[in-house]
């Protein structure tokens, strides 16, 4: 069903260059929006649309482009700009057509109330992740887009640059734009954007051709390069767009851009792109949606959670202790600024939170001589090549990860997960899970999709926490139970 603003869409498209084959129908509707269909049988190997690169809302495209240049602004703080800029202009952007046809903003949960925030995604992977991306944004728009408009009065409307009219600029960077080439780095591509996501279910994959003459000194460019990222926001360092594009190379025209099936797809059936492997908690912070039954999602235990559970059987000493050891050992949690560990979808914890709870359950003496034998070592822990051990003993292994976890559930550590367990799934609140899966059935995904795509975070992630116990409570039965300890409240 082609509505008004997909007929005026075609019509800029049309004018604008753009090609698409006569197989693909644009859907619109209340319930999905907008989405792609097959009219008949498209194979693989089809180019399915063409979309020339001067078409594309860039950095250097815009009509903003020597105030963005002006203001050293590159990356996605440009785009942002670019964003803003065009829509300031109204009818009289040459992007017009495409942008009427964009919302206002995407419900990513950066847009949502700080209230929004606290309440609907309260105990989820995201909460404090978005918290800290909205303080970083608005830190953003007052250091670098305030000042334009001081710099720039007669060119830049007041009421298209404030801070909600940015938050709405980054969320639609976020959750559509694509890399398009070195020359125009990352920007909006209309047609492109069209294609509705699926996990593991890609039929159509965004091509951008080399365009390596477009520019003969790229450094004056305002490319998109690690230092102009690295002014971003902390949303704005994962991954963009189509995550797993190809960046082919032809002799073809390199002005224009290519979608091209990478599978055959029935008549009928919807056309798919994919954003990449992702679990619901990067699905929802950076397109603003989610998928029940998604196979790749995760839960993380903190390692602050770790020291709390500790708290209870430990002297923070000892605590610490144990911690460092463990990284002397090589190990460490999945990120440099805040220590966590996966739980994957299936329930299995990571290794390196088995080898920290075993080195915390270790004998005294056991732990002292497993000590001493690393600082004897010294340097040559510090290679890439990690120690493993089992019940005190080191053993030389090429790769840590690699080494069973069986031999390292005894009944202890199965305990401490179960533990771990209850202490995450408490920082959900009083709501029970059932409560949760209750109130997705009530819930309308057309009406209130910031409920709906929540609930379905929420569900997923203590689904895994679940599934945590049951490993657990498996691998203490095929286990065999390890010898009573006299003291578990150690002070050394």
């Not at 949502?112 to 303080?135: H, I, N, P, Y």
């Not at 670098?144 to 409307?157: C, G, H, Q, V, Y």
């Not at 190809?246 to 954003?275: C, H, P, Q, R, W």
């Not at 003993?393 to 401490?416: D, R, V």
Request: aromatic content about 8%; hydrophobic content about 35%.
């Amino acid at each position: 069903m082609a509505t008004r603003r997909l007929r005026a869409f075609k019509r800029w498209m049309k004018s604008n260059g753009f090609e698409w084959s006569n197989a693909l129908e644009f859907v619109d509707t209340l319930e999905q929006g907008i989405s792609v269909k097959a009219l008949c049988q498209m194979n693989e190997g089809d180019v399915v649309a063409k979309m020339p690169k001067q078409a594309c809302l860039t950095i250097n495209t815009s009509g903003a482009c020597d105030i963005i240049e002006n203001a050293c602004l590159g990356g996605y703080l440009g785009l942002a700009v670019a964003i803003m800029y065009e829509r300031s202009l109204g009818e009289d952007s040459p992007w017009a057509g495409y942008l009427q046809l964009l919302p206002q903003q995407e419900s990513l949960p950066l847009v949502w109330t700080l209230d929004e925030v606290s309440c609907l995604l309260c105990g989820t992977e995201l909460q404090q992740t978005v918290q800290e991306d909205k303080a970083l944004v608005y830190e953003d728009w007052k250091e670098n887009i305030l000042p334009l408009l001081d710099s720039e009065p007669s060119r830049l409307n007041p009421t298209f640059f404030g801070v909600e009219q940015y938050f709405a600029a980054k969320s639609l960077i976020s959750s559509r734009s694509f890399e398009i080439d070195d020359y125009h780095g990352f920007g909006m591509v209309p047609l492109a954007d069209l294609f509705n996501h699926k996990t593991g279910a890609e039929d159509v994959h965004f091509t951008a051709l080399s365009s390596n003459d477009e520019s003969d000194d790229d450094a004056d460019e305002g490319i998109v390069d690690e230092e102009a990222l690295a002014e971003n926001s902390s949303m704005d360092k994962t991954e963009k767009g189509v995550s797993n594009t190809e960046y082919s190379v032809t002799e073809d025209d390199t002005s224009m851009l290519e979608m091209v099936m990478i599978k055959d797809v029935s008549s009928g059936a919807e056309v798919f792109n994919t954003y990449g492997l992702l679990g619901n908690a990067a699905l929802l912070h950076r397109y603003g949606f989610t998928e029940q039954d998604n196979a790749y999602d995760i839960v993380n235990i903190d390692m602050e959670l770790v020291l709390q559970w500790c708290s209870s059987l430990f002297s923070d000493r000892h605590s610490r202790s144990s911690i460092s050891l463990w990284r002397r050992l090589g190990y460490s949690g999945d990120s440099e600024n805040s220590e966590y560990f996966e739980v994957s979808f299936d329930g299995e914890p990571q290794i390196e939170l088995i080898i920290l709870l075993h080195i915390m359950f270790l004998p005294v003496d056991v732990y002292h001589k497993l000590d001493l034998s690393v600082a004897v070592a010294g340097n040559r822990h510090e290679s890439s090549e990690k120690t493993t051990f089992l019940n005190g003993n080191i053993f030389p292994h090429s790769n840590g990860t690699n080494m069973s976890k069986k031999p390292l559930m005894t009944k202890e550590i199965c305990t401490a997960l179960l533990s771990l367990a209850d202490i995450r799934e408490s920082l959900y609140g009083l709501k029970s899970m059932e409560d949760d899966i209750e109130a997705l059935e009530r819930c309308s995904f057309v009406g209130d999709r910031k409920l709906y795509h929540s609930l379905v975070l929420r569900i997923s992630e203590r689904k895994i926490i679940q599934k945590l116990r049951n490993y657990a409570s498996k691998s203490c039965k095929i286990t065999k139970p390890s010898s009573a300890r006299k003291k578990l409240k150690r002070t050394a």
